[in-house]
C-alpha cells in the first residue's frame, strides 16, 4: 500500500499576525503552503512557501496549483506601490477575485476567510463593508467558503494591542470622543487559530458563517481602562461630546507611531456598533479567553521588548511603480470587453481634437494613444486575449513617451462576483516623467479620466436599459 498523502492547505497571508501563529499548528497534519510576496526559506516552521503576488493572476493561479484546502487572510489597506490612486476596499475586490478565480482554476475544496463582524444597524464603515464584499467575491466561485466573522484580534504583536498600549504608555491624559463608547467585540488570537483549525478539519463547518466572538461586551473606553489598569498606568481620560474622527486619526497615528493607512480604517470601524454576541457552541468550545482582562495578561505575559509591529509600513519599491484601482458603475448586462471598447471609444470625445486612440491589427492587437500634432504614441498597449473569461480584458503597457518600460506595466478592465462589480486598474507602470512632475500631471489626469469614465458608464447603462426594455416587450 502508497503512503497516503497529506491534504495541501495554502494560507494567504501566511507572513501576516494570524498566518504566522496558524501555520505551526498545522503543519504536522497537512502539507502547509504559504503564501506572501515575500518568502521565506521553504522547510521552515513545516511550511513549503510560495511567492504569490495576489495584484497577477498569473502568479496566483499558479501559486495554488496542488491546493485542496485554502485559507484567505488578507487585508490590503497598506499600499503596495510608491504611489498608489484608489480606496483599500476596491483592492481588496480586485485581490479577492484573483484568488476565487486561482481556486476554482486549481480545483480547490474548500475556502476559509477571516473577515469582519458587520453591525447588524446604523453605520457601516468602508473597512467592514470591504470584509462583507469580500466573502461575497468568494462565494461567487462556486466554491465552499466557510466565513469566520471576527472582533478586534488582540495577541502579542498584534496591531491593535500595540496601538493601544503605545497610546496608554505614551499619553498620561486622554480625550475620548464619541466614537470611544461605540459597542464592540475583541477576541484572542489563539482562539482564533484553534477556530481556524476547527473550520479546516471539521466538515461541519464547511459553506457556513460563524461570529468568531467571546460574548463580552465592550468598547474602545473599555479597551484603553483596562489596558492602563494591566500596565499599571494611571491615566486621565475625559469623555468629550465630539463624533468628528479626523482629530482623532492624527493623534492616535502620532502618538502609536502607526501609519495613516492602518488607522484611517481602523477609526472608521470603531463608529460602528457592532454586535453584542454569544458564541454559537461550535465557536464557544474553543474560547479559552473569555474577557478582554485574560487576553491582556497573557499577551504582557508573552511580550517581548524590541521593534515594534505597529506601524507596519512597508518599504518602497526600487522603482517609481504606479498602481491605481477605481470602482466603475456595475455592467450586469455586459462584459468586460464592452467596457474597454466604451473606453477606447469615449476616451477621444473626451479630449476632442487632442487624443487619438488607434487601433493597430496583429498578433496581438495594440492600442496607440496619441496627442493629435505629436507623431510618436503617448502609450502603446498589447491586447493580451483572457481565452474564456469575458469577465476580464487585459492590456501589456507595450511603449510609449509616458511609459519607461515595456514590460511592467497593465492596464485592466475587470468585473467582479458575477458582474456585481467593476473596476478599472493599472498595476506596475513606471512613467517616464520625472516623479514629482507625474504626481501633479499625469496622475491626477489619469485619477480624473476614471472618474469622468464612470459617469459615462453610467449614462451609457441609463441609454441601454430601455433599448433592451422595449425589446423584450415586443
Known sequence: MGVATKTVVAIAGANGFVGSRLIPVLSGDFHVVGLGRSVRDSGEAGCEYRACDLFSSTSTHAALAGVDIAVYL???????????????????????????????????????YLGGLVPDTGYVSP????????????????????????????GPGGSSFEILRALVIRLPW???????????????????????????LEPSFEGRTFDLVNGESLTYEDLLRQTAAALGKKRYMFPVPIASTGFSKRWVQLFSGSSHELI??????????????????EIARFIRFPTYASMVAETLQRFEP??????????????????????????????????????????PHLFRAVIRVGRVEGTPPRITFSLAFVKRPLLVLEFIDQGADRARDKFHIVGGLLSKTTTT??????????????????????????????????APVHAWVMHAFGRHLTRLKLQIAPVATSRSGT
Not at 489597506?77 to 478565480?101: E, I, V, Y
Not at 477576541?187 to 482564533?192: G, R
Not at 475587470?414 to 514629482?436: D, E, S
Open 264 to 281: 484611517s480604517p481602523l477609526i472608521d470601524s470603531l463608529q460602528c456598533d457592532l454586535p453584542q454576541l454569544q458564541p454559537r457552541p
Open 127 to 154: 473597512h467592514l463593508q470591504s470584509r462583507l464584499e469580500v466573502e461575497g467575491v468568494l462565494q461567487s466561485s462556486g466554491i465552499p467558503v466557510t466565513c469566520l466573522r471576527a472582533g478586534m484580534v488582540v
Open 409 to 442: 506595466g497593465w492596464l485592466e478592465f475587470r468585473q467582479v462576483a458575477r458582474r456585481r462589480y467593476t473596476l478599472a486598474a493599472i498595476h506596475g507602470f513606471v512613467p517616464a516623467l520625472p516623479w514629482i512632475f507625474y504626481i501633479f500631471s499625469q
Open 74 to 112: 488578507v487585508h490590503s489597506m497598506m499600499p503596495s506601490s510608491r504611489l498608489f490612486q484608489g480606496d483599500f476596499h476596491d483592492t481588496d475586490l480586485l485581490l479577492a477575485d484573483n484568488f476565487a478565480k486561482a481556486c476554482v482554476h486549481a480545483g480547490v475544496k474548500r475556502i476559509i
Open 174 to 200: 486622554m480625550i475620548l470622543p464619541k466614537w470611544t463608547r461605540s459597542s464592540g467585540q475583541a477576541v484572542f488570537i489563539d482562539d482564533v487559530v484553534s477556530v481556524l483549525e476547527a473550520a479546516i
Open 306 to 347: 524590541g521593534p515594534q509591529r505597529a506601524s507596519r509600513k512597508r518599504p518602497r519599491d526600487e522603482h517609481s511603480t504606479v498602481r491605481s484601482i477605481q470602482r466603475l458603475p456595475p455592467m450586469p448586462d455586459n462584459d468586460a470587453h464592452f467596457i474597454s471598447n466604451a473606453y477606447m471609444d469615449w476616451l
